[in-house]
Every structure is written in C-alpha cells, then in structure tokens.
C-alpha cells in the first residue's frame, strides 16, 4: 500500500515551459487536492476533486489546470510556468464522505522555475 | 472558514508533555477540530480531530473547551522526534478537507 505518490520529486523549470505534476494514490479515496506552500508559510488549497469527473478551484487556482479522469490519478498541469510559481506541492486524499476522516499527503514535488 | 491563532513557537523539554494551545473564537456549530504536522519538508501527517468532546489516540489528546473557542493538543511524552510545525486547523464535515493551513506553531523538542 504506497499510499500518496508524487512525481517527480524535484523539477526545475523555465519561465514559459509548461509541465504536469503527477499524484497518484492506491486506497481508493474519492476526494483529492493539490496543495501549494512557500517558504515559511502554512499550505494554500489550488484545485480539488470529490470524485473521477468532477473538479473545483480553491483559493489559488490561477496558473493550474487539473483533470480527474480516474479515481486512482490527480494531475496538475502548470499551463506557462512563472517564477511565483515556485514551490512546494503537496497532494492529498481522503474517503469522500461526510464521515470526517483523515487526509493523507504525499511527500511533495519541489519546484522552482527560473 | 473559521480562522485559528496558534503562537508561532514553543520549546519542550525531551519526555515532558508539549501543550499546544489554538484559538478558534468563532468556530461554526458543524466545524471539526483537527490537527496536523509537518516534519521538516515532509508532507503534513494527521494527528487527531474532534467536534466536542476531548479526543485521545495513540499520538496526542485533544480537549477541546466547552464553549468551543480554544482547544489544546497534548503531545504527553515528547521526544525529538516530535519536533515539527503543528497546523490548527477547523473545517466544516464536507467531502473531504478543504483546509486552510495557518503559519502555524514550531515546536523544538529538546535534549
């Protein structure tokens, strides 16, 4: 059970490219997020999913794009990569469920663009 | 959401308990409790959540005040291992956890 699996680890960018970090996880949660944090501060919410088919934004969705075509995977494509996009990106998932569970993170992907 | 006030730092002494106090002044009625950590760079790990009524697991306990406005994460054997920056965090019972992550408090565990 790997649970929460971001790749790549690391990613260097240049301005204008374009890219997509991938989130995969294998317990069979309906509800994924992709999240942002940059340097000493707390986490900001850019797109999530309640389930395959179905995506909302957060409080930072400018820049990204996001499919759910399956329950397994949650990609985030940055559509022209910018310097304030540099980051750390974390995905989560949980049961979709008005039963509160906990959310799992993977280890993030750090990415910088120059 | 509900914001929360955390104090951005505390020191423990390695095997005593670390209390970590969290202001939630205008908490909703539907609005859970939870926290979470994040060791180094690592993603955030849960801890532990509540609605009411003071929670217990094999990580922390959870009390909550009757009135709901504060609460306090009791880490009750602290060892470096727990040094990490613990989030406060109240979200409504809705899919998922849309969470809105404050700065948050940075515990120092020490020898």
């Known amino acids: 059970n790997a649970g929460v699996t971001q790749t790549p680890k690391f990613q260097v960018l240049k301005t204008g490219q374009s890219m997509t970090l991938q989130c995969a996880q294998d317990?069979?949660?309906?509800?994924m997020s992709w999240y942002r944090q940059d340097p000493g501060m707390g986490l900001r919410l850019i797109h999530y999913s309640v389930g395959a088919g179905i995506t909302d934004q957060g409080e930072v969705p400018n820049g990204y794009n996001v499919s759910r075509s399956t329950t397994e995977d949650f990609p985030l494509r940055l559509l022209s990569a910018a310097p304030s996009q540099t980051s750390v990106y974390f995905c989560?998932?949980?049961?979709?469920?008005?039963?509160?569970?906990?959310?799992?993170f993977g280890q993030g992907t750090r990415l910088t663009v120059v | 959401d509900a914001k929360t006030t955390q104090p951005p730092s505390m020191d423990c002494a390695e095997g005593r308990a670390a209390n970590l106090p969290c202001n939630h002044s205008t908490i909703s009625g539907n609005e859970y409790v939870y926290w979470y950590r994040q060791i180094h760079s690592q993603g955030p790990q849960y801890i532990i959540h509540?609605?009411?009524n003071n929670e217990t697991n094999e990580m922390a306990s959870l009390i909550i005040t009757e009135d709901r406005k504060s609460s306090t994460l009791i880490l009750p054997h602290a060892t470096l291992r727990d040094t990490a920056v613990y989030y406060c965090?109240?979200?409504?019972?809705?899919?998922?956890?849309?969470?809105?992550f404050g700065p948050g408090t940075r515990l120092s565990v020490l020898p």
């Open positions: 509540g609605l009411k």
């Open positions: 989560a998932s949980s049961y979709g469920d008005r039963v509160v569970t906990e959310a799992f």
């Open positions: 317990m069979n949660h309906e509800y």
């Open positions: 965090i109240v979200s409504p019972d809705n899919y998922g956890q849309n969470f809105v």
